[in-house]
């Protein structure tokens, strides 16, 4: 790559440019690349922050949410004065000051399907697609919403594009993150999702600590960033657990569910 970091470029992310893997090729990776942020809650407005400071290209904001008084307490990147505005504008709004350099794109619509194949046989996945955005132009999506009806959606749509998917979740002092790379022999998340069944809560019922979304969405973003360069090891393949209560962090293998729907349809 030809691309040279200008001189303020290079004083802005120079401590990113020190670090041998990362270096300017990293940045210049970095810098020409897309992530879909879903959800400007707790997970999002952390994630987005960093990827917005660190370099990224261009940022997709999806929310169709406004924000009330109730997020203030850990979606930082929302203010008292942006009480009623759209998440993903207020969103936008602060992220731009913190760097004007980054391409920010709000989506301020209910995230639509669109599903344009039906399997022939009922049992494989549809061909689907979210109508605001050309997944397969995502070189990753970042999913920072709060059911599990939009993971799963998500899920399903990033495997139709093998557009890599990096999974956060919090609620009391609880979190788990998870990078499904979407390449063959790999689980999904729905492999992980099984597990859950009926009884997800959301943080609205059962509550969550602020700092707890800031340490989930900052993996997040760590973790983008390790998708866009290749630098480092990626979380593909395993989930990382978080107890808040304890200070404690564990990681298990994700095994392929032999018979999930979305990763394992074909024959
Ligand atoms: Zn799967």
Same mark, same amino acid.
């Given at each position: 790559m030809n691309k040279v970091l200008s001189r303020a470029q290079q004083s802005r992310y120079g401590r990113q440019l020190l670090l041998p893997q990362f270096g300017f090729d990293g940045q210049e990776t970095l810098s020409t690349s897309t992530a879909l942020i879903v959800g400007l809650g707790g997970l999002g407005c952390a994630a987005a922050q960093y990827l917005a400071a660190s370099g990224i290209g261009r940022l997709l904001l999806a929310d169709f949410d406004n924000v009330e008084l109730s997020n203030l307490q850990r979606q930082? $990147?929302?203010?008292?004065?942006? $009480?009623?505005?759209n998440k993903a504008e207020s969103a936008a709004q602060a992220l731009a000051a913190i760097n004007p350099h980054v391409e920010l794109v709000p989506l %301020?619509?209910? %995230?639509e399907v669109e599903r344009v194949e039906v399997a022939s046989d009922g049992r494989g996945i549809a061909k689907i697609g979210i109508t605001q955005v050309d997944i397969s132009k995502v070189d990753v999506v970042v999913d920072c919403s709060d059911n599990l009806a939009t993971r799963e959606l998500l899920n399903e749509v990033c495997y139709q594009h093998q557009t890599p998917l990096v999974s956060g979740a919090a609620i009391r002092m609880e979190g788990q993150v998870a990078v499904f790379p979407?390449?063959?022999g790999a689980p999904c998340y729905q492999c992980l999702s099984r597990h859950f069944g009926e009884q997800e809560l959301s943080c609205v019922e059962a509550g969550v600590l602020a700092p707890l979304v800031g340490i989930i969405g900052s993996m997040q973003a760590l973790e983008a960033i390790k998708v866009l360069t290749g630098v480092g090891k990626t979380l593909a393949g395993r989930l990382l657990l978080f107890d808040g209560a304890y200070g404690e962090w564990q990681s298990f293998g994700l095994p392929v569910w032999s018979d999930c729907l979305v990763c394992q349809n074909a024959s």
């Open positions: 930082v $990147l929302h203010g008292d004065a942006d $009480l009623g505005k %301020i619509e209910r %995230i979407m390449t063959p």
